[in-house]
């Protein structure tokens, strides 16, 4: 709760956050109206829970242009079973994952950020202790030359009978900016 508003995913810490052009919502809008319901149906949800949010465009700007926490792995905590119990642990261990997404600050502010939140005032007293083992900056692909745009709308109105619609996927990848970078 620190670090991630649990109603709405929304990270806290705007180190991590990256403006979003009015070009990126219009085409975020483009792309929700062309894959309809899809978007919902696409991903499996357990019974009666629903996504973050209902407007299918704010979905696309989550999930490709804004950033998100995982916990990727825990330790300290006993596994389900009879190890189980009603008691308090001496530690927890948690590894997380925030996706930075392109644009945004600095990889390592934003790392410098989350680690000072932390840190700074626990709960009970206690102790936590944040240490840093990657800190990658988003990478978004190069605008597309207009004579590949005119190409891929073409193909998409000859077999959709619609323009071609962009689709961001979030994800820090640092392969792909070591790649950007070496040509």
């Known amino acids: 709760a620190r670090?991630?508003?649990s109603a709405t995913g929304e990270?806290?810490?705007q180190e991590f956050?990256?403006?979003i052009s009015e070009a990126q919502r219009r085409q975020a809008e483009a792309t929700a109206a062309a894959l309809g319901d899809e978007i919902f149906e696409e991903f499996p949800f357990a019974k009666g829970v629903r996504p973050a949010f209902e407007d299918r465009a704010e979905l696309l700007l989550a999930n490709g242009l804004k950033p998100n926490l995982a916990i990727i792995a825990e330790s300290g905590i006993p596994p389900l079973?009879?190890?189980a119990g009603n008691s308090i642990h001496a530690w927890v261990e948690r590894?997380?994952?925030i996706r930075i997404p392109p644009g945004a600050a600095d990889a390592e502010v934003a790392a410098q950020a989350l680690k000072e939140r932390l840190e700074a005032n626990p709960p009970y007293n206690a102790i936590v202790e944040c240490t840093i083992e990657a800190a990658v900056n988003g990478w978004a692909a190069p605008p597309m030359d207009e004579w590949l745009r005119d190409s891929i709308n073409e193909a998409s109105q000859?077999?959709?009978q619609r323009p071609a619609a962009e689709l961001w996927e979030g994800g820090t990848i640092p392969l792909a900016g070591d790649?950007?970078?070496s040509i």
Request: overall charge negative; proline content about 10%; charged content about 20%.
């Open 158 to 160: 000859m077999y959709f």
């Open 179 to 181: 790649v950007q970078r």
């Open 81 to 83: 079973g009879p190890e």
């Open 95 to 97: 590894t997380l994952s």
């Open 3 to 5: 670090i991630e508003d």
């Open 11 to 13: 990270i806290l810490l």
């Open 17 to 19: 956050h990256a403006p």
